[in-house]
């Protein structure tokens, strides 16, 4: 099966996807969707509905859309990799009932039911949580004209999340395996922090980290990196430097952030930058 990275484009018919955010995504030529994530807690035999909210912003265009499923997992750098539906293991993709096809007038929103139904006669004690992926799709494209003055057509599709657990045990759990300094022969230099999702659930935070310049005592604090992980998941987290750090000895201290309960892991690393760098 086919794995996927990017949105299709050609030279006279152009599919924009929209990012997956944190908040209800939106796509700059027409659709918006939220939540960006849907959660079900559900066992064999159960079934559970949510709502999404879809919203046609255009003033004076009549949308027709549809939507599809397709698998997903993280890579190892935290990017989501996409599969045709089915074929991960941890896909809930047969299990989701959602209306195939629906028009939103001019400024327009809908909330339709998601519903995930799992079998009843199911049973997999390998596979801790199912995720799919679902995207709503534009299917009548929009005349437009790009840069050059050439007819383009354009159509958008944007995608959420969802998410199913077991009722009961709920342990979001992650070990540090590695911190490391890299330098770069183009870009800045960079701290990578490895990290393995160990527990039964997803596990989401932020890595907060601080560098001590040994020779000055000054700090520098780096901005939250936020991570989104799921059971069984290997991380390499890239976490830029500045580009002015000055050259000197360090201590890189990083707190990580993650479940309900904000669990906390510490990680230190000294290391060489710039001049006196490896």
Same mark, same amino acid.
Request: aromatic letters at 8%; a negative charge; charged letters at 20%.
């Given at each position: *099966?086919?794995?996927s990275?990017?949105?299709? @484009?050609?030279?006279? &018919?152009i599919?924009?996807l929209?990012?997956?955010? !944190?908040?209800p995504a939106?796509a700059q *030529?027409?659709?918006?969707?939220? !939540?960006?994530?849907?959660?079900?807690?559900i066992?064999?035999?159960?079934?559970?509905?949510?709502k +999404?909210?879809?919203?046609?912003? @255009?003033?004076d265009?009549?949308?027709?859309?549809g939507? @599809?499923?397709?698998?997903?997992?993280y890579?190892?750098q935290? %990017?989501?990799v996409?599969?045709d539906p =089915?074929t991960?293991?941890?896909?809930?993709?047969? &299990?989701v009932?959602?209306?195939?096809?629906f028009?939103?007038?001019?400024?327009?929103?809908?909330?339709?039911?998601?519903?995930?139904s799992?079998? $009843?006669?199911y049973?997999?004690?390998?596979?801790?949580?199912?995720t799919?992926? #679902?995207?709503?799709t534009?299917?009548?494209?929009?005349?437009s004209?790009?840069k050059?003055g050439?007819?383009?057509?354009i159509? +958008?599709?944007?995608?959420?999340?969802?998410?199913?657990?077991?009722?009961?045990?709920?342990k979001?759990?992650l070990?540090?395996?590695?911190? /490391?300094y890299?330098? $770069?022969?183009? /870009?800045p230099? $960079? #701290? +990578?922090?490895?990290? $393995?999702?160990?527990?039964?659930v &997803?596990?989401? /935070?932020a *890595?907060k980290?601080? #560098?001590?310049?040994q020779?000055? =005592?000054?700090k520098t604090?780096i901005?939250d990196?936020?991570f989104?992980?799921?059971?069984?998941?290997?991380?390499?987290?890239?976490?830029?430097?500045?580009? %002015?750090?000055?050259?000197a000895?360090?201590?890189?201290?990083a707190?990580?952030?993650?479940?309900?309960?904000n669990a906390?892991?510490?990680a230190?690393l000294?290391?060489?930058?710039?001049r006196?760098g490896?």
């Amino acid at each position: *099966m086919r794995p996927s990275l990017s949105a299709l @484009s050609t030279c006279c &018919w152009i599919l924009l996807l929209a990012n997956l955010l !944190p908040h209800p995504a939106s796509a700059q *030529m027409g659709i918006t969707i939220g !939540p960006s994530r849907v959660y079900y807690t559900i066992g064999p035999g159960q079934s559970q509905t949510e709502k +999404v909210r879809i919203t046609n912003p @255009s003033k004076d265009y009549t949308l027709e859309l549809g939507i @599809s499923f397709e698998d997903w997992h993280y890579s190892a750098q935290g %990017d989501n990799v996409l599969y045709d539906p =089915g074929t991960l293991p941890s896909s809930c993709a047969a &299990w989701v009932n959602a209306p195939a096809f629906f028009s939103l007038g001019p400024e327009e929103t809908k909330e339709i039911d998601v519903q995930l139904s799992i079998p $009843a006669g199911y049973s997999n004690d390998t596979v801790p949580v199912h995720t799919a992926m #679902l995207y709503v799709t534009q299917l009548n494209p929009r005349e437009s004209v790009d840069k050059d003055g050439a007819n383009i057509r354009i159509a +958008v599709r944007t995608g959420i999340k969802l998410y199913q657990r077991l009722p009961g045990a709920y342990k979001p759990e992650l070990d540090i395996t590695g911190f /490391g300094y890299e330098t $770069a022969q183009e /870009g800045p230099s $960079a #701290l +990578v922090l490895s990290f $393995a999702n160990t527990g039964n659930v &997803w596990a989401d /935070g932020a *890595m907060k980290l601080e #560098l001590l310049n040994q020779a000055t =005592g000054a700090k520098t604090v780096i901005p939250d990196v936020a991570f989104f992980s799921m059971p069984g998941d290997r991380r390499e987290q890239y976490i830029a430097l500045p580009d %002015d750090l000055e050259p000197a000895s360090y201590i890189a201290t990083a707190l990580v952030n993650y479940g309900d309960a904000n669990a906390l892991k510490i990680a230190e690393l000294e290391f060489n930058h710039g001049r006196n760098g490896n």
